[in-house]
């Protein structure tokens, strides 16, 4: 990228940033981000930003809980010191298993629910003390921003198409970040 | 858009004229507001109610448990009453935001937060009791598997008592991160909304920086559905275990295979009559009643009203078993002849007309409509359901199988204090967190707003688009924008009008300059002291000719009262979509009624 310009171009209607979003790839200029207020159905799509594979971490998460929790009670209650209780001797695991159920199911529920999280967290880069990120504070609100890759365009140009798709403002940005 | 498509024969469920913008202004207003004065006589009492408790619980702690009623045969009673009490209540919060998920309930939205909230707080309280009860809470660790020379022994895994360690635990910090995820847009929203420098601190590190990208929503809706995935089943295992706690045991009355179905309903029938008496109050104080309406409220009474149900079927099973095993003990649970008639028959029939008959009146549209039959209807569950749970520990022991054993049960002062002490604590949490935190999910509820608002639905019944119609006045400022983001080569822009941003409209010098000519004549808006009006009252203008009409610099109904022909032509000409009628429907002379 030769110049490093972005444009922050601000939409204040969710279906007309739909709309521009589907423009805009349909002419092949570069979507670098859009910040939302809220979940808009379809933009992951709109954008073609592969899935999420979160959902598979969570569930490999889950068979880690249940192998800790499995691992842990065969140890405590059949290997380590093995108790009567209630005239129920503890032989082995698989005998005694019923009764360890409950806590399986509670370790593999702990397990995906609290590791997936800190994935999400991970991932997006969220975390206390995280100084936010989005550039204009009406994105939280109601408005909608595209960073458009304005680089090797003419600014009049797409500026002018931008205000077609429905744009309220457009903002100049020289990032050097980006350059 | 078909995408925000919704029969119009659901009610709305978000009133009024509301914008995207009006949702942050709603939700914000309590957190940038001041208190006002009832919210300090409210925390007063509950503050004391809850340092009463305190003093109770420390004399408790450094006295032992013998200063409660509790006595040989009766070694549960209120503390575990309490305890189960509070964790039904906290099952609500769960399923409001995990299964009706799931069931892709979009209700849900205004009341997930707060149910929410309840349900951690709940579950606080719920935790405080078996900690009490260990008479030593300083040696509370022994319940976590620690090995042996640390403690007394390993845990004992076959306990339902150890695996209420692990369900509770589980559920409380399972639901504190789900509500707290889904709390981050909306503390960014209020950091971004504040313009205090200490808010913006606290509410940006609470926010955890979220920013709203695209993939970052993607995420978070991914993380929502497992994470409700997950706590469905969660939920109905806690109160499930709660009640292994009782039906492994072999006392009449508690050894019951059909506990783990009817403590389940049974606790979302406490739950949600809590968040009716929480939320009924809160619409009224924060003014949220546009987002929490008579039809969330009607929901609510009908979940009340099939879990009531199903309580009510485990009441007759119960009873009907217990008669027609002939067993001599049955005759003294907790739901027989000899209860009913017994020295604890007020317990009992509190039990039956709190839960079994009140509720019915739910049945009658009208009633389950009104607001304060409503409220009373969920004040009376809740002491109901308290009832349940003494009834079945306290009168079940009560006559257990040794006759000679029989006795009664009466609380101390500090059972009753360590009770309404919770209770205080439980309103000091949740009335802080009304004034603290965004009370309804405002991001999730935008995400509806168009599919469900009154507003939306309204425009979608009349055939138009909905694309354009989220534009709000105050924030969208079109005066403030720069005039072309080439304006280093474009110098002379700063020559035309600055509240005109014709751009995408006007490609020519000339037309700049006609439209210079247009607002010398019609007037032109000073956003500093004028304020835009509705233009979309005037028939013929829809919210995308309106933003058009904005972006010519035509604001209000004193400018487009002033057009002529002239005026209509040169629209026509520069804006497309102009529907060329703007004569016949004699624009001007609307405006000129509407200015008035």
């Known amino acids: 990228m030769a110049s490093g310009n972005v444009l922050h171009v601000l939409y204040n209607d969710d279906d007309i940033l739909m709309k521009a979003v589907k423009e805009l790839r349909s002419k092949h200029y570069r979507i670098i981000e859009v910040y939302t207020p809220f979940p808009v159905h379809g933009l992951d799509k709109a954008m073609g930003l592969p899935y999420t594979r979160i959902a598979i971490c969570s569930f490999i998460y889950g068979l880690i809980g249940l192998s800790v929790a499995t691992l842990m009670m065969n140890f405590i209650m059949i290997e380590d010191w093995p108790r009567n209780i209630g005239g129920k001797p503890s032989f082995s695991y698989l005998q005694n298993m019923p009764a360890f159920v409950p806590i399986m199911f509670e370790l593999t529920v702990f397990f995906a629910a609290h590791l997936m999280v800190i994935t999400f967290y991970m991932r997006s880069k969220i975390w206390p003390f995280k100084k936010a990120e989005n550039p204009d504070v009406r994105t939280t609100d109601d408005h909608f921003l595209i960073e458009v890759d304005a680089a090797n365009h003419d600014l009049d140009e797409l500026s002018k198409f931008l205000y077609d798709t429905g744009a309220t403002e457009i903002s100049l940005i020289h990032n050097e970040e980006h350059a | ?596």
């Open chain 2, 1 to 596: 858009m078909s995408s925000h498509y919704e029969a119009p024969i659901r009610e709305p469920l978000i009133l009024g004229e509301k914008s995207y913008h009006d949702i942050s202004v709603d939700v914000g207003a309590p957190i940038l507001g001041k208190a006002n004065k009832s919210w300090w006589i409210c925390f007063s009492i509950a503050l004391i109610a809850f340092l009463w408790g305190l003093g109770c619980i420390v004399y408790t702690v450094s006295t032992g448990i013998g200063v409660w009623g509790l006595n040989k045969t009766i070694g549960w009673a209120w503390d575990i009453t309490n305890f189960v009490w509070w964790v039904g209540i906290g099952h609500a919060g769960t399923l409001i935001s995990a299964v009706l998920l799931l069931f892709r309930q979009k209700w849900r939205m205004a009341i997930n937060r707060s149910a929410e909230a309840m349900t951690i707080f709940a579950v606080v309280q719920a935790g405080l009791f078996p900690i009490i009860h260990m008479g030593r809470p300083w040696l509370a660790y022994w319940v976590v598997p620690i090995p042996n020379q640390f403690g007394s022994l390993w845990v004992n895994f076959n306990s339902p008592l150890l695996w209420d360690v692990f369900a509770i635990s589980t559920y409380l910090s399972v639901s504190l991160v789900f509500w707290w995820t889904g709390l981050l847009p909306d503390f960014a929203m209020i950091r971004d909304r504040t313009k205090s420098p200490f808010q913006q601190k606290i509410y940006g590190i609470l926010s955890f920086g979220w920013s709203g990208r695209a993939k970052d929503w993607q995420r978070f809706e991914e993380v929502s559905l497992v994470l409700a995935g997950l706590a469905t089943p969660l939920v109905l295992s806690v109160h499930t275990i709660v009640s292994f706690d009782f039906a492994t045991s072999v006392v009449p009355g508690w050894h019951s295979t059909i506990f783990p179905p009817y403590f389940v309903a049974g606790a979302i029938f406490s739950g949600f009559a809590m968040v009716q008496t929480l939320l009924l109050v809160m619409r009224k104080v924060v003014n949220l009643e546009n987002y929490i309406t008579i039809v969330h409220i009607e929901f609510m009474n009908k979940v009340i009203l099939l879990t009531g149900g199903i309580v009510t079927v485990a009441y007759l099973t119960e009873y009907f078993i217990g008669w027609y095993s002939g067993v001599p003990y049955e005759n003294y649970t907790y739901l027989s002849f000899g209860a009913a008639t017994g020295p604890y028959w007020w317990a009992f029939w509190a039990l039956i007309i709190c839960n079994l008959i009140v509720p019915l009146t739910l049945w009658v549209k009208k009633w389950r409509r009104n607001i304060l039959w409503t409220f009373i209807v969920a004040l009376v569950i809740n002491i109901g359901m308290w009832f349940e749970r003494f009834d079945i520990i306290v009168i079940c022991l009560s006559k257990d199988r040794l006759a000679s054993t029989w006795t009664m049960f009466s609380p101390t002062f500090v059972d009753i204090g360590v009770f309404v002490g919770t209770i205080g604590f439980f309103f000091v949490l949740f009335l802080l967190y009304a004034r603290t935190f965004p009370v309804i999910a405002q991001a999730e509820v935008k995400s509806i707003l168009k599919s469900s608002g009154e507003r939306y639905k309204r425009i979608r019944e009349s055939g138009e688009d909905l694309a354009g119609t989220a534009t709000d006045e105050r924030t969208s400022n079109y005066a403030a924008r720069p005039e072309s983001l080439a304006s280093a080569s474009n110098a002379d822009a700063t020559y035309h009008q600055s509240t005109v941003n014709a751009d995408a409209l006007v490609d020519t010098e000339t037309k700049k300059a006609e439209i210079d000519l247009m607002l010398a004549k019609i007037g032109k808006y000073d956003p500093a002291t004028q304020t835009a009006d509705d233009l979309k009252k005037i028939s013929g203008v829809g919210p995308v000719l309106e933003q058009k009409l904005h972006q010519l610099g035509i604001y209000t109904y004193d400018q487009v009262s002033k057009m002529t022909k002239t005026e209509y032509d040169l629209l026509d000409e520069i804006i497309d979509a102009f529907p060329g009628r703007a004569e016949r429907d004699d624009w001007a002379g609307q405006a000129q009624n509407l200015k008035q």
